[in-house]
């Protein structure tokens, strides 16, 4: 079993009967889907999902987890995440995938959201992996300005055929920092920017991280309380 579906099947362990489950986006969070479709083949476990991007939400309905329009919802039981960078306060990097802002939004509406990651991704400060910020295209060059007035290099990503397009109809700029000194400050002066729609930047909102490591072990991290 790789590391990534180690943490993921951790973390569908605490999924039970009835529960809405918030379902993120890359090729950690890939593993808990697989797993939670596996769960209800096999020990009839009975749950309904709303999904943090297109690609999630194909993948649930290819595997017959049952989605329910978030028009219907009030508040998510659970949600199961990856992330790009975790810290020691549990403050995280998201959106290499370029989902952050939904994935921000199920998150912001969940009782616990777990977040799944291998033990690459655990680093003393934020920063080494380039902060996904969500942008409008209207006008993304003068937004990407404003972005490296905060003192980081931005580029728009890319993909095969052109600028990377979110599921949101928005581009991703990828802001290189180098260390950040304090997450919750950026998190504020970005969000601040006229264009940017959402940044990366999750700032206490893990309520577990489940770690996976290459011996096989998994560790979980829960924030300090104070
Ligand atoms: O935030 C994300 C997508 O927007 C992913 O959770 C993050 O990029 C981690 O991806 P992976 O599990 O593939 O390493």
């Known amino acids: 079993m790789n590391v990534k579906q180690l943490a993921a099947e951790k973390a569908v362990q ?3 009967d009835g ?32 999904a943090s ?9 290819e595997y017959g987890i049952p989605l329910v329009p ?9 949600t199961i995440d990856g992330a790009d960078e975790v810290d020691g306060e549990l403050h995280l990097i998201k959106g290499g995938g370029g989902a952050l802002l939904r994935e921000k939004i199920l998150a912001a509406h969940s009782k ?17 992996f380039p902060l996904p910020v969500e942008v409008v295209p209207f006008a993304s060059n003068l ?16 993909s095969a055929d052109g600028i990377f397009v979110t599921d949101n109809g928005n581009y991703i700029a990828d802001c290189r920092f180098g260390k950040i000194a ?21 700032i206490s909102m ?17 924030p300090v309380k104070r």
Request: glycine share 8%.
């Open 14 to 16: 605490l999924v039970q």
């Open 182 to 202: 304090s997450p919750s400050e950026l998190h504020e002066q970005l969000n601040a920017i006229p264009g940017v729609v959402e940044n990366g930047l999750f």
């Open 70 to 78: 978030l028009a219907e919802i009030t508040a998510i039981d659970l």
């Open 143 to 158: 937004t990407l300005q404003k972005l490296r007035e905060l003192g980081c290099t931005a580029e728009l990503r890319a």
């Open 19 to 50: 529960m809405l489950i918030g379902l993120g986006t890359g090729t950690t969070a890939y593993w808990a889907i697989l797993k939670l479709a596996q769960r209800m083949k096999l020990e009839g476990l009975d749950i309904k999902a709303v």
């Open 112 to 128: 616990t959201f777990i977040v799944i990651v291998d033990e690459s991704k655990k680093v003393s400060q934020l920063g080494h």
């Open 53 to 61: 991007s297109k690609q999630s939400e194909d993948l649930a309905a």
């Open 206 to 222: 893990a309520s577990q991280v489940i770690v996976g490591f290459n011996t096989g072990e998994t560790e979980i991290l829960a």
